[in-house]
């Protein structure tokens, strides 16, 4: 998995095409949408996550949480990005992945949202432009290892 951290004053997107033949299905008020104060984590899920898909939302969500903590950012948007890899998981999968990464977000208390996936987008976004407003992570399963 390939993430790209941005810290920002906002994130906001439009859903413009289908770029899968079935993307997910949202609602209307998922086709428009802004955050601000946000941290944007831009994720590329890859083919090496299929092996062990569980460890990987585990890692990722850490690695998150981590980078919030440094960049007090206020809140999390999970933006699905088939462009930081050539090595891409099936759509199935990759979903899967995204959702649960929301999911346990969510869980630790702090407020997500989700960009729709498998769609093309257009999307504003506001880099705070500090030190640690830029960042990348890339995150594998261990070699082998199965829970
Ligand atoms: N910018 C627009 C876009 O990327 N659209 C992507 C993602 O929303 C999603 N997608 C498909 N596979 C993946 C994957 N492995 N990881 C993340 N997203 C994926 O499907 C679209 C077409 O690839």
Redesign the pocket.
């Known amino acids: 998995m390939r993430m790209l951290l941005i810290h920002s004053d906002y994130l906001e997107y439009e859903v413009k095409d289908k770029?899968?033949k079935n993307?997910e299905p949202i609602s209307d008020e998922r086709k428009k949408d802004r955050l601000d104060e946000v941290l944007a984590v831009f994720?590329?899920?890859?083919k090496v996550d299929e092996s062990n898909p569980e460890e990987v939302v585990e890692k990722a969500v850490a690695e998150i949480e981590d980078v919030v903590k440094q960049v007090k950012a206020e809140r999390v948007f999970v933006y699905?990005?088939?462009?930081l890899?050539s090595e891409?998981?099936?759509?199935s999968?990759?979903?899967e992945i995204?959702q649960k990464i929301e999911e346990k977000l969510k869980e630790k208390g702090y407020e997500v949202k989700r960009?729709?996936?498998?769609?093309?987008?257009a999307f504003k976004l506001s880099c705070k432009g500090h030190p640690l407003a830029e960042l990348s992570r890339t995150i594998v399963p261990e070699e082998g290892v199965s829970k």
Do not use: D
Not at 43 to 46: H, N, Q, T
């Open positions: 770029a899968l993307p994720i590329s899920v890859e699905p990005f088939a462009h890899s891409l998981a099936s759509p999968v990759a979903l995204l960009a729709p996936f498998g769609y093309y987008k």
